[in-house]
């Protein structure tokens, strides 16, 4: 007897109480399929043998000898060569292999993928790049976004130089890769890789950025598809244009001709896939770039392309958006995102130009989301029967083969069908089964691949505390596998419809008259009966054929709308990043000093100073670079090439360059190396060394006792001593300041050799190896009294004219006309003007000169010259003055709220006392001078003391006291002159 197949279903998600249900019910009976043997084999599986192999309510329906249960639930889920997520292809497909017979993936929607390794070579003069050409799918595909090396994107600034990266997208006809067939030979203009999507990445070896042979991954926009409704081809993730194209394609597909594909199907499912769901309540801050027209965000969220999105702000959003109104996101990395005005605009990549980065705070809502969508890869290893399944696990659908055509019907809510089922036209031979336990559920855990995750598999769970404590508080778990949904959201959506569907596991099956083929598979019927006390109990059709007896055999599940009300889902978790560290990414070292002063310079063993600079630097918390090190390198910023420096640990936070030259500009770079020997990139400055340049720092404090000066050390390294100045006054000025001594001074204290006399300032400054000078002076204000005046025997009167400051704080228009003639108040605080005076005179005698000078102000100073020198420098207080010689002499009394005067001044020639001692001197008779030599101006005193030598002489007498030698006579006790001997001390000047 023959049979004839009316309908079959490939479903996605079978609930096994329809499987353990039918099995029990159905008794064996053979009938043989009518189909050719072609027609049967088009899904690479039989249809002569019913069999359940998925679906929410999907079954393959054809001449049924025996009903197996397969179940993509539970423990009889779909076997390892059904399951996408469990294949050997779908775990390897972030990994590069390495094989010249690989099968190659078909990427359907948006997935990230490794690829296989085509081809790898080296070139360049010592092998330093490396040539990877890696084919990731089928072409063409839309576009190859972002490509990742071991996770890091390639655009990463670790890469910079040292990485190519070109994409191509398997379009037809496409020629060699020209770049790769120039550097290597080996790659010729025959190497097409025709109608494959391929990497060409070329490598410039840097043991820094790349720790061995990277993995390469690559975020791929899949095929494009044919869209049955306006008979357009675009980018799409839409499940039912994927599901067509898979059927109808002949490379990787099954072929299937157009004609024998259901496109007014085709259309209903796609359109029932784009229904828009209400998302859960997220939002997230965002920051804009005008530049590149995208929003960031600070770790990934769970919107996907396509999504409807608002934007809000605190102040103002980013122009020309428009807050409260709907944008579709376009997903460019996994924290960064632009918008579109369409879903089609954002899967096409349009995006909205953004004009103004806007104010305030900005927030983005999720809105609503596609229903369904179909992201993922097709094992082309597979068969086309098993890839169908996955597929069709993306929207619950069922491939239903009726009339010569594939239809395709999506599980969801379905309106009820005018023909219905009745006593009328059921013939008997009822079976009707309960579903179990173990086909019941309070449970559902859906694994899915998870893009904010990085693409690995992940877990969605759905969960009823109701049908749990209906259950006697036992859980009763099923696990699903969606292989391309990429998506939290609708992994829970399709996990509570699999869970609401398992709450109505009613099957019937029984024989009806032949006005059961007004009806077709996947339609909703009510069916009255008064066995089972049924009154237009609504079941979906899962199976029908036509028996040998011209009546038709009927196979239905309980249908509920209910089960089609989706539960209200709680937003995603945000994903955050890890804060595991990577051992492979180190972080630039940060806090970069530079210095190269004083305090830097280095004294070697034979007392030679050099300059150096300091590199300092923040010690790293990352915990992989904290106990490593540190890497120094430095040129003079005219060089071309770098010089290693040091290595030092990390921890240190600092290392020195040297020798350096002074006032010489240098850049030093540092980059860490952590404890596994990885570098991370350089953090370079520059700095200009200053080194011995530098001025010693100033002497700390000063102090004078009695004729001692004793001051703080300086520790400048490059010390070389001290100078010492005078200046009289207020002043401290050091450049016209009188220096008190010759050399440097070595150390303290110092007893002063020239006596600056009168009141003034002792300054001091630290003075370094190459002459430089402290900044400041160090200073302290003293009178050492006037300077002694011993023997005057000139005077000269230079002034007796008063000097006195005017005062500036009133307005004078000239001389004696004052604009401000207030007597009583002043323009401004009192400020006396500076005032000075000169004077000349030739000296007739040589001798010490001092200045005697009337002077009062702040700040003044005595300066002098000869007539015959050019500038002035300061009076020491006492100096010689030559005769004949003309002297010129200035006051300066600065400007103050002191009112400065000079008055008389008079400058006086003195010599010093002069003494000698003559012992033994002989004196005649007639009397005799003393040798007291010449310069003499006066003699004062001569003291004698006459010896007892046993002469006559009882007195000696000075008979005068001439310069020439004062005269000397004895004489003895009758009064007569006499020889004698006698000790003479003079004194005078």
């Not at 990277?214 to 306006?230: E, S, Y």
């Not at 829970?492 to 029984?510: D, M, P």
């Not at 530079?594 to 630097?617: K, N, P, Y």
Request: hydrophobic share 40%; glycine share 8%.
């Amino acid at each position: 007897m023959a049979g004839i197949v009316i309908g079959a279903i490939v479903g996605s998600v079978v609930s096994e109480a329809v499987g353990a249900v039918v099995a029990d019910a159905v008794l064996g009976m053979v009938i043989e399929s009518g189909i050719t043997a072609a027609a049967a084999d088009v899904l690479g599986a039989s249809l002569a043998t019913a069999s359940f192999i998925g679906g929410a309510t999907g079954l393959v329906a054809g001449g049924v000898a025996n009903l197996a249960v397969q179940s993509l639930i539970g423990s009889n889920s779909p076997s390892s060569a059904q399951s996408a997520l469990s294949s050997a292809q779908a775990q390897g497909i972030l990994i590069n292999s390495q094989s010249n017979v690989d099968p190659i993936p078909v990427i359907y929607g948006r997935r990230r993928v490794g690829g296989t390794r085509v081809f790898i070579e080296v070139s360049g003069s010592s092998n330093e790049y490396l040539h990877l050409v890696l084919v990731l799918s089928e072409g063409p595909v839309t576009a190859i976004d972002n490509v990742y090396l071991d996770d890091v994107l390639s655009t990463d600034a670790k890469f910079t130089g040292l990485l190519t990266v070109t994409k191509h997208l398997g379009t037809p006809g496409e020629a060699a890769d020209a770049a790769l067939t120039a550097d290597v030979p080996k790659w010729t203009s025959a190497c097409k890789l025709s109608n494959c999507a391929y990497l060409y990445v070329k490598l410039k070896y840097d043991r820094n950025a790349f720790s061995g042979l990277p993995t390469i991954t690559a975020d791929v926009r899949g095929r494009t598809l044919f869209d049955p409704r306006d008979g357009q081809t675009r980018y799409s993730n839409n499940p039912a244009l994927v599901i067509r194209d898979y059927l109808s394609n002949a490379i990787y597909g099954r072929g299937i001709a157009s004609s024998a594909i259901d496109d007014t199907s085709i259309a209903a499912a796609a359109n029932a896939c784009d229904i828009r769901i209400t998302a859960p309540s997220f939002s997230d801050i965002f920051t804009v770039s005008t530049t590149t027209e995208a929003l960031t965000f600070a770790q990934p969220i769970p919107i996907d392309t396509g999504d409807g999105v608002k934007v809000s702000s605190t102040t103002t959003v980013p122009s020309p958006l428009v807050a409260g109104t709907t944008y579709y996101a376009i997903k460019v990395t996994d924290t960064s995102y632009q918008l579109a005005t369409t879903m089609a605009n954002a899967f096409a990549g349009t995006a909205i130009d953004l004009t103004s980065a806007g104010s305030g705070q900005h927030t983005l809502a999720q809105v609503n989301y596609a229903a369904y969508a179909c992201d993922g890869t097709i094992d082309t290893n597979q068969t086309a029967y098993d890839n169908v399944r996955a597929l069709l696990t993306a929207c619950r659908g069922m491939l239903v083969f009726s009339g010569g055509k594939y239809r395709l019907v999506l599980d969801v809510a379905t309106t009820a069908s005018s023909f219905g089922f009745t006593e009328s036209n059921i013939t008997g031979s009822w079976v009707i089964s309960q579903a179990g336990k173990r086909a019941k559920y309070n449970r559902v855990t859906a694994g899915f691949y998870n893009p904010a995750k990085k693409w690995q598999p992940d877990l969605a769970m759905v969960e009823s505390t109701a049908l749990r404590a209906t259950d006697n508080g036992l859980i009763l778990e099923a696990k699903i596998d969606l292989p391309f949904t990429a998506n939290s959201y609708r992994a829970q959506n399709i996990g509570q419809l699999t869970l609401n569907q398992s709450r109505y596991g009613l099957v019937v099956k029984f024989s009806a008259f032949q006005e059961g083929l007004r009806c077709e598979v996947g339609d909703v019927v009510p069916i009255t009966h008064s066995t089972p006390g049924w009154s237009a109990k609504l079941f979906r059709i899962m199976q029908i054929e036509i028996k040998d007896n011209d009546e038709v055999y009927v196979v239905a599940r309980e249908y509920s709308a209910s089960v089609y009300t989706q539960a209200v889902l709680s937003p995603a978790a945000v994903i955050a990043q890890s804060n595991l560290p990577d051992p492979f990414s180190v972080p630039a070292v940060s806090g970069l000093t530079l210095a190269s002063g004083t305090s830097e310079l280095l004294r070697l063993a034979d007392g030679s100073v050099i300059s150096r600079i300091r590199v300092g630097w923040t010690a790293p918390t990352e915990v992989y670079a904290q106990k490593g090190q540190v890497e120094v390198q430095s040129k003079a910023t005219t060089d071309l090439g770098w010089s290693p420096v040091d290595i030092v640990a990390a921890e240190l936070g600092v290392a020195w360059v040297s020798p350096v030259q002074d006032s010489a500009s240098y850049n030093v770079r540092i980059r860490a190396i952590n404890s596994i020997g990885v570098r991370g990139a350089w953090s370079q400055g520059t700095v200009q060394v200053v080194g011995k340049t530098a001025p010693p720092s100033d002497v700390p404090w000063l102090r004078l006792d009695g004729e001692r000066l004793t001051w703080g050390p300086v520790s400048d390294i490059d010390l070389a001593g001290y100078r010492v100045r005078w200046q009289p006054g207020g002043s401290r000025s050091w450049s016209d300041a009188l220096e008190l001594h010759t050399g440097l001074l070595a150390v303290s204290p110092w007893d002063l050799v020239t006596i600056p006399y009168g009141a003034g300032q002792i300054l001091i400054k630290a003075v370094d190896t190459t002459g430089n000078e402290s900044l400041n002076v160090t200073a302290i204000a003293c009178n050492l009294g006037d300077a002694p005046v011993e023997n005057v025997f000139a005077s000269y009167t230079l002034n007796t004219t008063p000097v006195v400051a005017p005062d500036s704080s009133r307005m004078w228009s000239n001389d004696t006309a004052q604009l401000w003639t207030n007597t009583t108040a002043v323009f401004l605080v009192p400020q006396y003007q500076a005032i000075f005076w000169t004077g000349s005179v030739t000296f007739t005698e040589s001798g010490s000169l001092t200045i005697a000078a009337t002077v009062s102000g702040y700040a003044w100073k005595i300066t002098w010259k000869k007539s015959s020198d050019v500038a002035y420098v300061p009076f020491p207080g006492r100096a010689w003055a030559d005769a004949g010689t003309t002297y010129q002499f200035r006051i300066d009394v600065d400007q103050s709220n002191l009112q400065g005067l000079i008055g008389s001044v008079v400058a006086q020639i003195d010599v010093p006392d002069k003494t000698i001692r003559l012992p033994d001197v002989q004196i005649a008779t007639s009397g005799s001078r003393l040798s007291i030599g010449t310069g003499w101006r006066n003699v004062v005193i001569v003291s004698l003391t006459l010896h007892s030598d046993g002469g006559s002489a009882t007195t000696a007498r000075v008979v005068d006291k001439s310069t020439s030698g004062p005269l000397i006579q004895c004489f003895n006790a009758s009064g007569a002159a006499t020889a004698g001997t006698v000790d003479a001390y003079v004194q005078g000047y």
